[in-house]
């Protein structure tokens, strides 16, 4: 990331010197050259104000780029199309927050995630941001999101003076988490941001919602399901993904390249979903070697410094997802009073 993000601005800024150089002709699209950079309409601006590009080793960030699925990321104002107010949520990768990543619009089933770091986990048709902290760009001036006003209300409508900020934030993760809520306003999710419902019993969401919260923040910690590891006899043993991991037919296996199949998932894995994929599929769909026939650029999701990293990952996400679901099933049936 860091040689072709230099690359790029070196590239960039060539052409804002071509375009200073040449008189600042009016027509951009005709004058800029497209061989070796994507131009988007506000790269465009940028170019006629006279904004160069400059490298910054700290604005390199580890990023959810899909449902369980870190990437890295030059986060920068002029190299990203769009920042909205993400440098409100996560400023810097030193700040520590957590945030409700949530999918809005009709053209996929609405459902929130838990992150604790910048987040564009499925863009089409749009998403919301909802942190606990606010911060102003610098870092300074740390916010809770959830009001006094809020806090005041769910305490008189529980009758709980001990009820925190923090539950309330865990109680509405584990209400967009609920069946029954989800069913029942699934048309209004496609059309507007969730309304949270005063529950009858706020005591078991609100620890359900922590725990959750936990399970989707800190995935990569957690202890592997004890998934069964079938080795080919005739090849060493690899644990590299070499083009694409494979489910089975009946999903309760994954191969992972010829030499490697791991075998005895559960099939309720399968019920927590992401929109249309489950968690483990997502995995399978993003963790793939890949080339852009465009520019020939190589991904490679396999680390060099941790070859394990991927299959661990499968493994930890079964965990995760079963572990979703017994809480998701926990969960009271009555959400609304």
């Known amino acids: 990331l860091f040689e072709r993000v230099k690359r790029f601005i070196e590239d960039y800024n060539a052409e804002v010197d071509r375009y200073r150089r040449a008189g600042r002709p009016e027509d951009v ?131 709980d003076d001990r009820i925190t900020k923090w539950d309330i934030f865990h109680y509405i993760y584990a209400v967009l988490h609920h069946p029954g809520y989800r069913e029942k306003f699934a048309e209004n999710l496609k059309r507007e941001l969730p309304r949270i419902p005063f529950a009858p019993d706020f005591h078991t969401f609100a620890p359900a919602g922590k725990e959750l919260a936990r399970l989707h923040v800190e995935y990569e910690s957690l202890e592997p399901w004890p998934l069964e590891f079938i080795c080919a006899p005739d090849q060493p043993l690899s644990y590299e993904v070499c083009d694409k991991m494979r489910l089975s037919k009946d999903k309760t296996s994954l191969q992972v390249n010829s030499s490697l199949t791991l075998a005895g998932i559960p099939p309720e894995v399968y019920e927590y979903r992401l929109g249309n994929r489950s968690a483990l599929e997502w995995v399978v769909d993003q963790y793939q070697v890949s080339e852009d026939p465009r520019s020939g650029t190589r991904s490679d999701p396999n680390r060099k410094d941790d070859p394990e990293y991927i299959v661990r990952l499968a493994g930890q996400v079964v965990r995760v997802s079963l572990e979703t679901v017994r809480l998701v099933r926990s969960l009271p049936t009555q959400y609304s009073r």
């Open 29 to 159: 699209d005709s004058f800029v050259r497209y061989d070796r950079i994507k131009w988007s309409g506000t790269l465009k601006q940028n170019l006629v104000r006279g904004v160069s590009g400059e490298f910054h080793s700290t604005a390199v960030r580890v990023a959810a780029y899909r449902p369980f699925t870190r990437m890295w990321l030059y986060f920068d104002r002029l190299l990203n199309e769009r920042v909205y107010r993400n440098y409100e949520i996560f400023p810097s990768h030193e700040i520590v927050n957590t945030a409700v990543w949530i999918k809005t619009g009709a053209d996929w089933p609405v459902f929130g995630l838990a992150t604790a770091s910048l987040v564009d986990v499925l863009p089409q048709g749009g998403s919301q941001c909802f942190p606990f902290y606010t911060y102003a760009p610098d870092g300074t001036n740390r916010k809770e999101n959830v009001t006094d006003e809020t806090l005041k209300r769910f305490r008189e409508a529980y009758g």
